[in-house]
């Protein structure tokens, strides 16, 4: 069965610090696709990133970046210059046969 | 704005209630999920639709219905409502089934309160 796990359940960083929430997974599957989401005060849930398992590059999106390891089944989110509004919960996603979410990783940025 | 439109985006009810939530996925997508987030909990996936037919059941109890209809709009029933229901319920919608390559974008989400 597919599992998602987030071992960091909070974390903190100074604004403009950087800061990196960690993610594996467990699959058997060989194509699939991984996703950070982030849900802030709001509650709104927002797309950050998205990689492609059968690409080597790893996706960035203006300050934030992943370090995709597939062959360690790990996927990490890479928060640079961090900002107050990134203070949200960030919830690292796999997209195979079915969805899957792990169980988040609240963020603070402390000014 | 992700395109998806849930309403109503908050109810009140009482114990032992019926209610109905409803989601209009973004425009040309198939795919319709429910999820369901307790307060300080993660996402529990309830179920999917694509093109009006089930495609994959999460946890979701048998109090609990869905259904995808013909414009693609999906509606959430929820029945003999208890104090645990109370919960954000989310709808997304992504273009495919399934996860594959097809992202999913979420509506603002419906805030359940049973009293």
């Known amino acids: 069965a597919q599992t998602v796990t987030q071992s960091q359940p909070e974390m903190s960083v100074q604004e403009a610090e950087t800061v990196t929430l960690s993610c594996t997974y467990d699959?058997?599957?060989?194509?699939?696709?991984l996703f950070w989401y982030k849900q802030p005060p709001s509650r709104q849930m927002i797309l950050v990133i998205r990689?492609?398992?059968?690409?080597?590059q790893n996706a960035t999106e203006n300050r934030f970046s992943v370090n995709f390891q597939k062959a360690a089944k790990s996927f990490s989110l890479k928060i640079s210059d961090s900002q107050l509004g990134d203070t949200a919960m960030y919830f690292c996603?796999?997209?195979?046969?079915?969805?899957?979410f792990g169980t988040g990783t609240s963020l603070t940025v402390i000014p | 704005d992700s395109g998806v439109t849930q309403t109503p985006k908050h109810l009140i009810t009482a114990t032992g209630q019926r209610v109905t939530l409803r989601c209009s996925p973004r425009?040309?997508?198939?795919?319709v999920y429910w999820y369901q987030q307790s307060l300080d909990q993660g996402l529990q996936f309830l179920i999917q639709?694509?093109?009006?037919?089930?495609?994959a059941k999460g946890n979701i109890l048998e109090r609990f219905s869905a259904q995808q209809f013909p414009d693609l709009h999906s509606e959430l029933n929820l029945s003999s409502l208890e104090l645990g229901d109370s919960a954000l319920y989310f709808c997304?919608?992504?273009?495919?089934?399934?996860?594959?390559?097809?992202?999913?974008?979420f509506g603002p989400g419906t805030r359940l309160t049973v009293t």
């Open positions: 425009s040309g997508d198939l795919s």
């Open positions: 997304a919608s992504s273009a495919g089934t399934s996860g594959s390559s097809y992202e999913q974008y």
């Open positions: 699959t058997s599957e060989n194509n699939y696709y």
């Open positions: 990689q492609e398992a059968y690409k080597q």
């Open positions: 639709y694509y093109n009006g037919e089930e495609r």
């Open positions: 996603a796999f997209a195979g046969n079915q969805f899957y």
